[in-house]
């Protein structure tokens, strides 16, 4: 680096020390852990820093498949799980689509109906264990609902969460195509539907994870997180939900660069933005509305196809800034995300990296250990004024749902992915084993030979939903959709009870998707290849 | 001589588009015409546009194994119409077992996570040269 800044362009002066931080007035600005505005820590420091869920980004092959894997990092000590749906899912489409044939289970697990559900939780303890969910919202929430409800498990007792992605999806994530007023509805029924019946569960999991990890920095990545929060918050109000009733159930799952005190620094402000937010802008009363649940994944794309070792270094580095930021869940990315699913190897290396720093280095014994340094709090500051300003900036464009269902907000992709290349490839932004410290081809061997196994497609999962669709009622599913497509019609009603139903009837995503599509009259088949299910 | 005219595409579900963006960018600012057909694509259409647009080159961007299986049925898709367009694979995912795999089958060149700037243009450069020379 020529210049001295941070990875989101924010000026740095060689040392820090008391004048920067003379205005910083320890009520306002930090507050104990435990108290507003929360920038020290969600929770009092007697309930322990140090105690995040552990957990992996998990899912391949059949649910079946994704089940043992499930109990294998369980028994290697996981406190959490988390698990993602392979793309042919995430796009709501059924493993027997033409266009998934080659997808099916190879970059998540395949869930395209109840059974599926039934498979992936069986015999996991879901009243005694935290279920993150990478999955499609209202389908992901109705399979566990129901999953659990079969076993005997409350829904009112299931912990966990469920990203919500009615912005960026189409863009930078998984692209589920279906219109913004139904994304944006599916998010809000699904929270609305939480906040009545499964009250400890975080339905609103905002994900700026994916979004980030296109290339935005640590400004650009929260901003855009606030803004569909807020559009959010405003729909959700708009209903007449009162803002007690969700707020409390909020989370953020942010990504963590390599930037090490940015990071740290933008997660404080992260807390203390939205306590701010809640109170002050949405009228929050209940401090428990005010304290932001923040858990992460490590950042993808730091890690580099050269010199997968290094992977493991970058992980440790970034998970050690986690636990000095005081998250409440961390993962840590595959060292071999970088070319394929995460194998167990690089599963196991992720959660013994996060025992290690829990047991062994005593770095989080201690709430909030860095607050106070002169150079944490500045960097805190100016990343929550440069965040809130780029919120404004954004608001003041006009509607930010108008905004994203015009493709607005993919222009700031394509900036931020090209930037990354480019910052890359001349070097700007240095990379151990890319563009500095490399190494000749033939000498790069070490974990090579990981990155040559690969996950087949699960023809296995393709055939099973073939057969499930020939075997089941197909007049009790005809009829459950029929269902949905009535609810789909009336944008007062939630939506959830009519996918639980349908899901229970025996009906797959890709049906309900087809319905809920063109009942907002976009194609019920994005590529036009399935026959309407009603 | 009209610039050289690429296909820039992606296959199936893959949603990873960085790179398919970035390669793009860079192949616009080496002078190239660049078709780009972004995400979702399947063999069939990635043929259709290539001979619809006269391109010189598919260029496919990987992020996930699902190109490993549809390169047999691009490949002979183009040889059934009987279109001679080389097509090159690239992506971060690339082991050197996949390049050599996708090089056995017909891929005319293949862009792993250690190619450069320099080498993706000056590659393409190349196939269409020779594939020009009558």
Known sequence: MTERATRSRIPLKPVYGPGDVAELRYDEALGDPGAFPFTRGRRPPEQGASAWIQRELSGEGTPSRSNAQLKYLIGTGATGIDVIGDTPTMAYLDADHPAAAHAVGTQGVSL???????????????????????????????GFYLAARERG????RLRGSIVQPPFYCEDCGYATHMPFPLRLRMTADSIEFASREMPRFHAFLEDTYYISDGGLDAVEEMALGFVEIRHVVRELRRRGVPVDAFAPRVAILVNCGMDFFEEI?????????????????????????????????TSGLSLTAQ?????????ATQALALALAGVQGIEISGFDEAF?????????????????IALETNAARVADPLGGSYYVEALTDELERRIREMVARIEGLGDPGALCDRGWFRGLFQDAMERHARDVREGTRPQVGVNVHRMAAHEDTLLRDVAEQKIEPSRE??????????SQDSRGVRGALAGVRRAAGNPGENLMPAIIAATAAG????????VLRAAYGVPGDPFGMMESPL | MRPVRVLIGMLGLDQHEVGAVAVARLLRDAGMEVIYLGRFNLPPGIVKTAGDENADVIGLS????????YIDELLALLRQQGLSIPVVVGGSVLTAGDESLLRDKGVAATFGPTSSAEDIPAAIRSLVTSARRP
Not at chain 1, 153 to 156: F, K, L, S, T
Not at chain 1, 270 to 278: D, E, F, H, K
Not at chain 1, 307 to 315: D, F, H, T
Request: glycine share 6%; net charge positive; charged share 25%.
């Open chain 2, 62 to 69: 990987c992020h996930s194994w699902e190109y490993l299986h």
């Open chain 1, 507 to 514: 009906a797959t995503i890709g049906e309900m998707a087809w």
């Open chain 1, 340 to 356: 394929r699913t995460p194998s167990p190897e690089a599963h196991l290396v992720g959660l013994r990296t996060q025992q290690v």
């Open chain 1, 153 to 156: 498990i409350e829904p009112a």
């Open chain 1, 461 to 470: 999962q393709v055939g099973r939903i073939r057969e499930h669709k020939r």
């Open chain 1, 112 to 142: 395209c109906c109840l059974d599926d559900y039934r498979q992936l939780y069986a015999d996991l303890p879901l009243d005694g264990l935290t279920v993150s969910q990478s999955l499609p919202p209202l389908f992901g929430m109705a």
């Open chain 1, 265 to 297: 620094a933008k997660i404080r402000a992260t807390r203390r933005l939205y306590a701010r937010m809640m109170r002050d802008e949405f009228g929050a009363r209940d401090p428990r509305s005010l304290a932001v649940n923040i858990a992460s994944h």
């Open chain 1, 307 to 315: 010199q997968p070792v290094n992977n493991i270094v970058r992980g």
